[in-house]
């Protein structure tokens, strides 16, 4: 069973504005794992571009609706704002 679910965004500034931007409306956003070695690589990429969307019975239609929001207003370059 999955907890959550990796979504990966154009850019480390808009990944960011998201999680916290989430985090700030109670949803909970982590990075996936990150990775082991400390050379920039493309995992790293990865991973400064990424957020883990929480995947349980608990999220609401309303949830939903505030994460598609969030990313879509981040992608727009809402971190700018």
Wanted: glycine share 6%; charged share 25%.
């Amino acid at each position: 069973v999955y907890q959550s679910y990796p979504v990966f965004l154009s850019c480390w500034e808009s990944a960011s504005y998201a999680r916290e931007a989430l985090e700030s409306k109670g949803i909970e956003a982590k990075q996936y794992y990150r990775p082991l070695t400390g050379r920039w690589n493309n995992s790293t990429e990865l991973y400064i571009k990424n957020i883990c969307l929480p995947v349980h019975k608990g999220v609401t239609k309303e949830d939903i609706n505030t994460i598609c929001d969030i990313i879509l207003r981040a992608e727009d370059g809402g971190f700018l704002e």
